[in-house]
């Protein structure tokens, strides 16, 4: 018999789950399913990202809804569009045994009126994003008075992209006596308070220790100069010739800029971020489950709801700025008890959120040493020999062709074959490693001397420091004062230094070469008719040339598939974190999907 079925899950459903490969309930679903199917309580689990919460609360929706009345009486609320179809494909393979069942999925970027058109056949149970969903309620469209379960899945990330007023607003809707069931890998202040407004006398379940990540997961930082960040990012991925994974950018620009980057030096690569389509965020992730990429890049609200079996890796190109997110950005990896790697390039001035987190996870980070060229060589090359070792090969097609590749090797040896063919490979990474240079950072830098030139507090003496009288409030983020400065001082983007921008003023660092360029090419310019003013920094903030720090991190050219990046104007230049890294990722965490 199914374990399923002595949590009290009836055989219809049962023979669904087992066509799809559920044998054994994971922890969080024997655990939950219980309780749920009770229907007595509102619930509160914690359980990490790929646990199995989707069938710990949607196999219980299905055991307890009427199927005979088509009114909704479930409503499950999630944070992204990629969650909401997640959940609703899952829920419709569960209860494909059961007749007269109707799922909608509600979520932005797809037609509302395709979306109308389904609820007004008749729905019993609604998959939503907090936007759509107001929408949609905004309409009238949609009668919630009889609901009698409300599922928030993911809280924690709702809360975290700014959807608290909305969450209000929809539950506003609906009765005071239904069930609230919520869902979350982490249990920070918002969450409980969320559960204390909406829920009485909750039934709660943590499966592990609340916040911390899976215990499957190996935690690995990088220490280098933010610089050579792109280069160390490549040798690490090239030091993994099996990697399926998932890199993690704090904006949409970076993402962007990494993957282009990445596709241009021959890799399998591609963004995902809000500012895609509903198709063309179809279209990748098509090609990321069906393998055709091996990396994809993406911002933390694209993430979220990805449900990709085998990810080998996650790698933080940037650290998270909340830390809870960096559980659900491992929880990617070592999904439904398979083991998986998280990893971190980091400089060494964010030695100190790398401790944060070890103490939010429980578990320790090893840190982990860049490997010099010809390690890569060396692991590529048998990569490639364990690959052609276990190759299937199609002897019907091959055989027409064996005579005359046996005739072409004639003249050779069996080893000189081998040789030559492992040279194919092997003479690539050697010529594109040869004198590769060491990518760690120094131990000095690592410990945070501050006599290195990327220190906190710390400005190189060959850069000048200047005040511009713009800043955040004029709608400008740090890519845009990049373009800006380098428009308008006609200066290129790699005599840019650090940009500290402030709400209505910035300062940036210059080459010394440039700097009367700056002054004299600044002296006429306007911003929306306003007199735009640039100085040098002098006492303004307090320091003159020791305000700040140099930061690039990465896109410097490495030998022949070196990457790089494009400036505000399009001109090739090298990524800069002071840019890149730019004031739009809280933008971004608000995205309404």
Known sequence: MNPFSNLGIRHDIVNAISDLGFENPTP???????????????????????????????????????????????????????LCLQITNDLKNFSKNIKNVNIVAVYGGASISDQLR?????????????????????????????????????????????????????LSTTPEEKKTWLFSATMPAEVRRIAKKYMENPFELTVGTKNTGNANIDHEYYVVRAREKYAAFKRIVDFNPEIFGIVFCRTKIETQEIAEALIKDGYNADSLHGDLSQQQRDKVMKRYRERSLQLLIATDVAARGIDVNDVTHVINYSLPDEIENYTHRSGRTARAGKTGVSISIINSKELGKIRQIERVIGKKFVKAEIPNGF??????????????????????????????????FKDLSKEEVIKRFASLEFNRFLEYYKDAPDLNAPAHEERGDRSDKFARGGMRSDYTRFFINLGSVDDFTRGDMLGFICNNGKISGKAIGKIDLKGVYTFFEVENSSADQI????????????????????????????????????????GNRGGGFRDFSGKRREERSGSSRSGNGSGERRKRW
């Open 118 to 170: 389904q609820i007004k056949r008749g729905v019993q149970i609604v998959v939503a994003t907090p936007g759509r969903m107001i929408d949609i309620i905004g309409r009238k469209a949609i009668d919630f008075s009889k609901v009698q379960y409300v599922v928030l899945d993911e809280a924690d990330e709702m809360l975290n992209m700014g959807f608290q007023e909305d969450i209000d607003q929809i």
């Open 375 to 408: 390690d890569v060589c060396e692991k590529q090359l048998f990569a490639l020999i364990h690959k052609v070792h276990n190759v299937d090969v199609n002897e019907e097609q091959i055989e027409q062709y064996i005579p005359r590749i046996m005739d072409e």
């Open 28 to 82: 969080i679903q024997e655990q939950a399913i219980p309780v749920l199917l009770s229907g007595s309580n509102d619930f509160v689990g914690l359980a990490q990202t790929g646990t199995g919460k989707t069938a710990a609360f949607g196999l219980p929706l299905l055991e307890l809804l009427d199927f005979e009345e088509n009114y909704p009486q479930a409503l499950v609320l999630c944070p992204t569009r990629e």
């Open 519 to 558: 002054q004299q090419n600044f002296k006429d310019v306007d911003f929306n008719g306003r007199s735009v003013r640039v100085e040098l920094a002098g006492d303004r903030d307090g320091g003159g040339r020791s305000g700040g720090s140099r930061e690039r991190s990465g896109g410097r050219r490495d």
